[in-house]
């Protein structure tokens, strides 16, 4: 198995990873690059694959660095599955079109006001690009496993930090590659906690905040302040 960071390496948006077996190829997740504009035109250049050739994409949440970049990969010819959770298909569903939509105004605004050397200027995909791309979704419930592609099964795994996120977990061959995607916090109010990792030859951890520690602090306590104070105001007011 080949595995190649195609994002989120160096920078913490545009999570792509490229598993290539036995001739066949998977990507987990397919975000897109946000922030400064040196980021963002990256977006603009062509995946380094081929999108038709490649088998199927395993998502681990809807968030747009994880998942915006799906419309642009369907535009370029990619049919095969999007597997992910029930719940983060749900979110694509807002939020792709959502994000093709935002482009064209950008697009829409660059023209009416110049500001774009590109004449005209034109959206990175289009609302109807993110509709189509929902067709390729499929619904992978955490805890079932299935071959994505030969030699390769996946499973999904609870990872807190929103509706749906997951940990990806494949097999190739005899050995166990983890992608943890982005991961929750074990005392969270309103998610479930990640689940445990039992067993992984290999582990892609994301590491955004890796260098901090969270404060110790009662959640509960710091939202009953803040509505506390939010109704205080109210009343004063
Ligand atoms: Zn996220």
């Not at 535009?75 to 599955?81: A, N």
């Not at 994000?99 to 609302?127: C, V």
């Not at 749906?164 to 494949?170: F, I, Q, R, Y």
């Not at 061959?173 to 479930?192: A, I, Q």
Request: charged fraction near 20%; proline fraction near 7%; aromatic fraction near 6%.
């Amino acid at each position: 198995m080949k595995l190649t960071f195609l994002g989120a390496a160096g920078t913490v948006t545009g999570s792509k990873y490229l598993i290539e077996h036995q001739g066949h190829r998977l990507l987990v997740d397919c975000g897109l690059f946000q922030g400064y504009k040196n980021l963002r035109l990256m977006n603009w250049e062509p995946f380094p694959f081929d999108p038709r050739k490649l088998d199927a994409v395993v998502l681990t949440h809807a968030h747009l660095d994880h998942s915006g970049a799906l419309p642009l990969l369907v535009k370029q010819g990619f049919r095969g599955p999007v597997l992910t959770t029930p719940a983060t298909i749900e979110l694509c569903r807002l939020l792709l079109p959502d994000s093709g939509h935002l482009q064209e105004e950008d697009a829409d605004y660059a023209n009416r006001h110049k500001t774009s050397k590109h004449k005209p200027a034109l959206p990175l995909y289009t609302q109807e690009d993110a509709e189509r791309a929902l067709h390729r979704f499929q619904p992978l419930p955490f805890g079932e496993q299935i071959d994505v592609m030969p030699g390769v099964a996946v499973r999904l795994q609870p990872a807190g930090h929103i509706l749906g996120a997951s940990s990806v977990v494949l097999t190739v061959g005899g050995s166990t590659v983890l992608f943890s995607g982005d991961l929750g916090r074990p005392d969270d109010l309103m998610m479930r906690e990640p689940a445990p990792i039992e067993h992984a030859d290999h582990i892609v951890v994301e590491s955004t905040y890796g260098d901090r520690l969270h404060e110790v602090n009662d959640s509960e306590d710091e939202l009953g302040e803040v509505i506390s104070r939010t109704a205080a105001r109210a009343v004063s007011s």
